[in-house]
Nanobody, 115 residues
Framework: QVQLVESGGGLVQPGGSLRLSCAPS????????MGWYRQALGKQRELVAS???????NYADSVKGRFTISRNNAKNTAYLQMDMLRPDDTAVYYC?????????WGQGTQVTVSS
């Protein structure tokens, strides 16, 4: 069973930056399409960004131009660089690894954007 270990969340002021990391244990990040999802209070989980094995990326409209998803196969880690953070970015962020029929989720990391 693959476990996705997330880190990098925290409290940041509006306009600030954070970088989330996702490191799978028991498997290689290069084997999966990696994604970041988030779930705000009272809302459903939504896709933030994804990256395929070949490097193609996809972003939610709300984060385009501010967030960047990437992977480093040598470090076996996926990242979400978040810049120009806004209060409505506040949510629990979840890492996802998808490789049909497998679909794995991280435990979630809290991101709070507040002054």
């Amino acid at each position: 069973q693959v476990q996705l270990v997330e880190s990098g969340g925290g409290l940041v002021q509006p306009g600030g930056s954070l970088r989330l990391s996702c490191a799978p244990s028991g498997s290689a990040v290069s084997m999966y399409e990696m994604g970041w999802y988030r779930q705000a209070l009272g809302k459903q989980r939504e896709l933030v960004a994804s990256i395929t094995r070949s490097g193609s990326t996809n972003y939610a409209d709300s984060v385009k131009g501010r967030f960047t998803i990437s992977r480093n196969n040598a470090k076996n880690t996926a990242y979400l660089q978040m810049d120009m953070l806004r209060p409505d970015d506040t949510a629990v962020y979840y890492c996802n690894a998808r490789g049909a029929p497998m679909n794995y989720w991280g435990q979630g990391t809290q991101v709070t954007v507040s002054s």
